[in-house]
């Protein structure tokens, strides 16, 4: 089974309105993190958000919030008031508890978004 | 503080030449990652390291591809020889680890093209 699925390929949003991206991952480690990325064309990714499997609250950073229902196993990504720069490709992730230090960090297929003025 | 410094940005070669990446982490990271990421896929993980200590390469194809960190900090990810298929975006990542919360974050990549 695949560890994160986003079923968006692609998503159109008008500027100044909110967007949600979907994720919804997959673990029966109690302990996990999840992450959203975003990679513009230049390629570099860019954190923009983390929400632990412990944490009450939903996490927020600036107009980036992460919509987390842990029964459903979904994270999904809130854009509030879209900006053109926001067009790019996002990424879901989860990293698994681990007792050692190798990576088991998990990337989904991606979700591109695009702007429209 | 600066990014993960990667080089070159772009590379195109000829199946069967031989290619090498180049990748600076964050200072004081000492995990760093190299990912593969073919167009319209998510990045792949090729190779993980702890230091200069090699912690996962479950997933590097040893008959082409070889990575080292000398020194604990700059690493180098070669392919020998490079076939079609290795076309892809190479990513370098680094982090402090922290629990869950380990946050990557990536260099700019570099785009390799085998003709």
């Known amino acids: 089974a695949q560890k994160i699925t986003q079923t968006q390929p692609g998503m159109f949003v008008q500027e100044k309105e909110a967007v949600t991206l979907d994720c919804t991952y997959d673990t029966s480690d109690p302990s996990y993190g999840l992450f959203w990325y975003k990679q513009p064309s230049s390629g570099e990714m860019i954190f923009l958000i983390y929400q632990g499997s412990y944490d009450q609250q939903n996490a927020t950073e600036g107009r980036y919030s992460l919509n987390f229902q842990k029964a459903r196993k979904s994270a999904n990504l809130v854009i509030s008031a879209s900006q053109l720069g926001d067009s790019a490709m996002y990424f879901c992730a989860m990293r698994e508890g681990s007792r050692d230090l190798r990576n088991q960090f998990y990337f989904g297929t991606g979700t591109s978004l695009t702007v429209i003025p | 503080e600066a990014g993960v410094a990667q080089s070159p940005r772009y590379k195109i070669i000829e199946k069967r030449q031989s290619v090498a990446f180049w990748c600076n982490p964050i200072?004081?990271?000492?995990?760093l990652y190299w990912y593969q990421q073919i167009l319209g896929q998510g990045p792949k993980l090729l190779i993980q390291?702890?230091?200069?200590?090699?912690?996962?390469d479950s997933q590097l194809p040893k008959d082409r591809f070889s990575a080292e960190r000398l020194k604990g900090v700059d690493s180098t990810l070669k392919i020998q020889p490079a076939k079609l298929e290795d076309s892809a975006v190479y990513l370098c990542?680094?982090?402090?680890?922290?629990?869950?919360?380990?946050?990557?974050?990536f260099g700019p990549g570099t785009r390799l093209l085998v003709l």
């Open positions: 990542a680094s982090s402090l680890v922290r629990g869950l919360q380990e946050t990557q974050y």
């Open positions: 200072s004081g990271h000492a995990t």
């Open positions: 390291f702890q230091n200069n200590g090699v912690v996962d």
